[in-house]
Every structure is written in structure tokens, then in C-alpha cells.
């Protein structure tokens, strides 16, 4: 087992510093950051879950070439088809361009901002040069305002790893780059910001393309990647149907975006998103939506990632360090797990705001696990050793009772009132007896009477406190009490008991040609002060007070009367009327007692008393 606490506080500082560490790696490059990254991912999914749907965004407009469109042959008769000049020409995909420009240009014609086409126009078209100069010169007079698709991939050649930029062919308006950021899972997550265009695309020849959602406003896209807000599922987002272009009025059109594309799951453009599997041309939508609504997912730069990070796990740090025990330990971190969570959801949900939040939430939760682990093993080996130490000192019945719920008392410097029956025991005249024994011998014939004594008192439920020299102190009634009347009846049959075993021992003793052993007992209740005595290196759990005093005199006072060794106050013999066989010694002044004490010789139990009889036997 590894040395606690030395090398536990590395490891959970270690634990918690580790998923800190990884949330920094956002690629990830590293096996380290993708765990944290797979989790961002679940979470961002749980995210969208949980907000549910929103409406769609009233710009952009998607001029869906759909699986409707593709099939009109076997949907529409042939003379349907002819009433059309677009439906007669559409058909299996791809369709020729003139046709493809002909959408474009009816919606421009109908007053939209702008068209982007999200197909790919980097080889010629299949029917021919005449198919592609017409897909020009229909578009000419708005050649501004289209925009056509640059895609960027990497392939693998004999063992290489090769990227291509694939531009339009077609010279009209600015094109924008389609290209998506995906997660490690291949979940379409953000579009890609300055940064990345310069890392990956900076090898080309210019001009750059943007990013074809920031085709929509003049500024250029941010440093960072924009991550994509989805509004709802597959769907959500503004379409018309290719076929049904012409049946639809201008306002339709009227002042926004077009983005022409591919919907038809039969093509294979569907790609995973938060929200569910989407076509790619619902993606760019979403996307242009979140530019021209200013409501694209933000991150912090990676140095404000690290900043954030640097100051959770210093926060973290100091408050795990504040439990005393591993139960208090892990519930904190999963309060601060929880606190993560809800935190995360309300920024991301109101401001935005993407967190790392995997490894802000690992790290209470790594860190704090592995330290309540550590407390948990040091708590077994206090535990046991508390058992081992309280096994000498106290009853089983008591010992299960307090290691179940065992509390502040055992371990805590403070003090508190109680009310308790105290026994002092104590050899008379075994100094001389000490003189003329070898150690050997002494400690022996000690062990054996404390021993003895020590059995008395556990057999009662009660507490060892401590061995003076040849002195016995032993408490019944704290740390628990099974009542005033029941602690000192456990009492009185503790020092009866001490007494016959001392007269059995004694019979050995004599045997053996040793002298034999006297002893005198002191029994009173009252009120003490119980806690735990000591420096912050050693605590002993104790009581002292008046109580205390008035006890240890009352041993005193066995030596005036040799022939009566268990003397108890009149205090005790009140909470036991009738139970017990005395006799009254009269009333003695005690040091540090007020007035004097009523003393009583213990003779013995009297037989069970009727209900009628209340006051104690006393002997004359």
C-alpha cells in the first residue's frame, strides 16, 4: 500500500492537473485530448437535446434539389412534365447547368440578396463546353452576387498524404470554401476560421477562399473557428422544393440569401450533427444563418481556455483540500461537477459560449476520487487502529456503538457536560510490596490485577480510562449513557466484581506464597466535563471535574476503613432505591467539596425490591 498521505496528495494533484492538461489539447493531437473531446462532444449533443427546437431563421433560404425533384419522370405524367420548361428538364442527377443557373437566376430576378451554390463546379460540365458558357452567361448579369463552391480534402497517394484545393471554373462572385470542422467522432461542429485557413490552405495560391457562410457580410471570419448553432433536426431550416420553383410568389426570394444544393439522402451528402444525421447543404444553411444572425457558437482563444483552466484547478485545489473525511471529499466534487454542468449549459445557452467542458468537469471529479480514495484508506487504518486501541478500553456492545456512529468525540479537542457514575480503584500499601519484588515479578503480579479489574469493568459496559501507577479510573455513562440509573447500578456491579476477583486472586497468590493484595473503591455520580486532553499530537479522551475529585477521595477514605473497602456516595445511592445493601459511614468533609459528603459502605445487591418499597437498605 502506497505511504498516505505523502504520495496520495501527488496523486490526486495529479489526477486533477491531468484532465486539465488535456483540455488544453483541442485537435487533439495527443490520445490524451481525446477523451475529453469525445465527452465535449456527448455533452454538446445533450446540450441541443435538452434545448429542444427553434423556429427557423427566416434567412437563408434553401432551393433544395431534393429526391422529388430527381424522380419527376415517375412522379408527373409526360404532358404534366411539358407544361414546365424546368420540369422538363429535370430529372437523375446531375442535371446540366444551363438548368442549374436558370434556378439561380429566377430568384435573382425575384429580388434576392445573393445565390451560393453548394455544388461543386470544378471539372467541366458532362454535357459539354456549350452546357458550361451557357451556365455563364445566364448568370452574367448578376455575376457579383453568385458565389460558387471551393471544397478543400486530403487524400492518400502511393503512401503520401495529399491536399487539394478544388476551385470553380466558372469566374463569378467570390467563392466560398464548404469545407466543415468535425469532431473526432465526425460530428459537423464548427466552420473554419482564419487560423485554420492559414495552417491548411496557406500553401495555395491566392486568393484564399472564406468560408462560404462569411460570404454574407463584408468583415472577414474570426481567428477562431465559428461553431455552429443548429436551430433544431433535419428540416428545421427554410426549403423549397427545385420542382416547385415557379409556383411560388417573389416575396419568397425578396431580400435573402439562396443557397442552392443537393438535399436528397439518396446522393449520400448526409452528415452526423448534434442534432441527428443532416444533408450538407442544410449544414451550410445553418451556418449561414448563424453569420447573418450573429448567434455562431464562441470559444475562448486557447490562452483563455489555459487562463480558465489554471484558475478552476487552483479553485478546485483549495476546496478539496477542506473535507476532513472521503464521504465529504466526494460529495464536493460531484457539487463542483454539478456546478460545472449547469454553468456550462447557461453559457453556452444565453452568451453562446462554448467551454471545455470535459475537462472542467473531470477534474474535481479525477482529483477529488482519487483523494477521497486516499481518505477512505486512511480512514480504514484509523478505524482500525481506533478499534484497537478502544477494544482495550471499552466494551464490545459500546465499541460497535461508537465505531458505527463515532462523531467528533474520538478525535476532536473540545469538551462537554455530562452526567456519569466515576470509579477510582487503588492497591493499598503495595509500595512495600513493590520494594522487595523484582520488575519482572511486579509488572506481573500488575498485569495479572489489572487484568482482573479491567474485565470488571468492560463486562458493564463501561470506560477504562486510564491506569495511575496501581490505580484504576473508569467512567460508566459517557461517551454514551444508557441512563442515570442504569450507569450507576453497571458501576456498582463493576466494583463488586472487582472485589470477588481480587479475593480470587488473592486465594492464587497465597498459594504461591505471595502476600496477598488490598485494594479500596470509590463510586459516585455527578456531572464532569468528558473530551479529549492533550496537545494537537496526542488527544486522550477523558473526564474531570468535581466529580472526579470527590471520587478519588472517596477511595481515600477506604484506608479509615480497612474493613470496607467499596465506599460510594449518598448522590449513587440515590438513583438505586432499594437495590443495594449499605452501610452509612456518617458525613466527611472532602477536599475541595463544599459540604461534607455522605459516605456509604457497599455491603452487597439487595434481592429484588417489590413495587412498594423505595428507600435503600441500610445496616446498622
Known sequence: MPPWPGLGRRLWWLALAVPLLAGLDRVPLTPLGQGPRLLDDQLLQAFFQLRGGRSAPADPVILAIDADSLELGELLAPGERQASPLWRQMGPWPWPRALQARLAAHVLEQGATRVLFNIEYSEPSRYGPADDRAFAAILAPWRQRVHLAVHYDVRQEGGLEQSRLRRPIHQLGAPGLTTLLQSPRGVVEAVPGLDWIQSRLGAFPPPLPRPMAFLARAAPPPVAPMGLNYPGPAGT?????????????????????????????????????????????????????????????????????????????????????????????????????????????????????????????????????????????????????????????????????????????????????????????????????????????????????????????????????????????????????????????????????MQERLEALNAELVAAGTPPLRHGIGLHFGEVIAGNLG??????????????????????????????????????????????????????????????????????????????????????
Open 237 to 497: 431550416m427554410s426549403r423549397v422544393p427545385a420542382w416547385r420553383l415557379l409556383e411560388l410568389p417573389a416575396s419568397t426570394w425578396r431580400g435573402r440569401s439562396v443557397l442552392i444544393g443537393v438535399t436528397a439522402p439518396g446522393l449520400g451528402d448526409l452528415q452526423e450533427t448534434p442534432v441527428g444525421p443532416m444533408a450538407g447543404t442544410e449544414i451550410q444553411a445553418v451556418a449561414l444563418a448563424n453569420v447573418l444572425q450573429n448567434r455562431g457558437l464562441i470559444r475562448l482563444p486557447l490562452a483563455g481556455d489555459a487562463l480558465l483552466l489554471l484558475v478552476w484547478g487552483g479553485l478546485i485545489g483549495v476546496l478539496l483540500r477542506r473535507p476532513a473525511s472521503a464521504g465529504g471529499t466526494l460529495q464536493l466534487a460531484l457539487l463542483l461537477a454539478a456546478t460545472v454542468l449547469l454553468t456550462g449549459w447557461a453559457l453556452w445557452a444565453v452568451a453562446l459560449l462554448r467551454l471545455p467542458l470535459a475537462a472542467l468537469l473531470l477534474a474535481p471529479v479525477a482529483g477529488g476520487g482519487v483523494r477521497a480514495v486516499g481518505q477512505g484508506l486512511a480512514e480504514s487504518r484509523e478505524r482500525a487502529y481506533l478499534h484497537q486501541v478502544l477494544s482495550r478500553r471499552v466494551s464490545p456492545t459500546l465499541l460497535r456503538d461508537i465505531l458505527r456512529s463515532p462523531g467528533p468525540v474520538w478525535n476532536q479537542a473540545v469538551g462537554s457536560r455530562a452526567r456519569c457514575a466515576v470509579l477510582f480503584s487503588d492497591l493499598v500499601g503495595f509500595t512495600p510490596l513493590s520494594a522487595v519484588l523484582e520488575p519482572a515479578e511486579l509488572f506481573a503480579l500488575l498485569n495479572r490485577y489489572f487484568e482482573a479489574m479491567a474485565a470488571a469493568v468492560l463486562e458493564q459496559e463501561g470506560l477504562l480510562d486510564k491506569f495511575i501507577g496501581d490505580a484504576v479510573m473508569a467512567e460508566f455513562g459517557v461517551p454514551r449513557s444508557r441512563g442515570d440509573a442504569e450507569e450507576a447500578r453497571a458501576a456498582v456491579r463493576a466494583a463488586l466484581a
Open 535 to 620: 496537545s494537537s499530537q496526542r488527544l486522550e479522551f477523558t473526564v474531570v471535574g468535581a466529580s472526579v475529585n470527590v471520587t478519588s477521595r472517596l477511595e481515600g477514605l477506604t484506608r479509615l476503613f480497612p474493613e470496607h473497602p467499596i465506599l460510594i456516595s449518598g448522590d449513587l445511592l440515590a438513583l438505586l432505591p432499594g437495590e443495594l445493601a449499605v452501610l452509612p459511614l456518617g458525613g466527611h468533609a472532602l477536599k475541595g467539596w463544599p459540604v461534607p459528603l455522605e459516605v456509604y459502605a457497599l455491603q452487597g445487591l439487595q434481592a429484588a425490591a417489590g413495587p412498594s418499597e423505595t428507600a435503600p437498605a441500610i445496616r446498622g
